[in-house]
């Protein structure tokens, strides 16, 4: 089983749709989580840790449910700007390692 | 003012060869990575450096050798390139350790032909 899995998409939503991404990780142990993004043909960027008790940045919400093991992302009012592959990361808090995720692509069309 | 950056940015180059990518961080970061990114875009890490010294080597051919002269660099050796090494290789830096963001590089787009 891999370490961390998503869903691959492509998540194609018009704009000012809320669209959600789920990722699911295998070490119950882990500690660190976060979502990054990645625009085509450039370097992964944070987007957002993810804390025990969920968070907010905007339009952007991130959960962690610890008993199913997931972290989630949660887009509002999608921009066209939002198009990207998000990247779930993480840690299984055994060293310096991280995990990522394949990716979930999202295109917001106008 | 680049946080982390990486030289050079595209390489291409023939089966056999041997090459370098350079990488260096003016964050003050303790920690740094390479990671390889396939063509499905999978990103996995390779190796992990805190202050000089490697912590995270990850299961790659003994034919990538990454060095660090001090905690600011990270360089990547490749010898006998292969034609499964064409990837995209990042360079990553953190405060420290694992609980920190990473910062990436712009990447190093690797080809061999």
């Known amino acids: 089983r891999k370490e961390v899995e998503q869903d691959p998409g492509p998540f194609n939503v018009p704009e000012g749709a809320t669209v959600a991404f789920n990722c699911t990780y295998s070490n119950s142990a882990s500690q660190s989580f976060f979502w990054y993004r990645q625009d085509c043909r450039k370097e992964p960027k944070l987007l957002m840790s993810v804390y025990s008790s969920g968070n907010e940045d905007g339009r952007f919400t991130a959960q962690l449910n610890r008993a199913s093991q997931y972290i989630s992302l949660l887009i509002r009012d999608s921009k066209l700007s939002d198009s990207a592959t998000y990247l779930c990361v993480v840690n299984p808090n055994t060293g310096n390692q991280f995990y990522f995720g394949t990716g979930t692509s999202l295109t917001v069309i106008p | 003012d680049t946080a982390v950056s990486q030289t050079p940015k595209y390489l291409v180059t023939q089966m056999g060869n041997d090459k370098s990518i350079k990488c260096e961080q003016n964050l003050g970061h303790d920690t740094m990575y390479w990671y390889k990114q396939d063509s499905k875009k999978f990103l996995k890490i390779m190796f992990s450096?805190?202050?000089?010294?490697?912590?995270i080597n990850e299961t790659v051919p003994n034919r990538f050798s990454p060095k660090s002269p001090d905690k600011a660099h990270l360089n990547l050796h490749i010898n006998s390139l292969e034609l499964g090494d064409s990837a995209v290789y990042f360079c990553?830096?953190?405060?420290?350790?694992?609980?920190?963001?990473?910062?990436f590089g712009p990447g190093t787009r690797l080809l061999v032909l």
């Open positions: 990553a830096s953190s405060i420290q350790g694992w609980v920190e963001t990473q910062y």
């Open positions: 450096y805190n202050n000089k010294e490697l912590i």
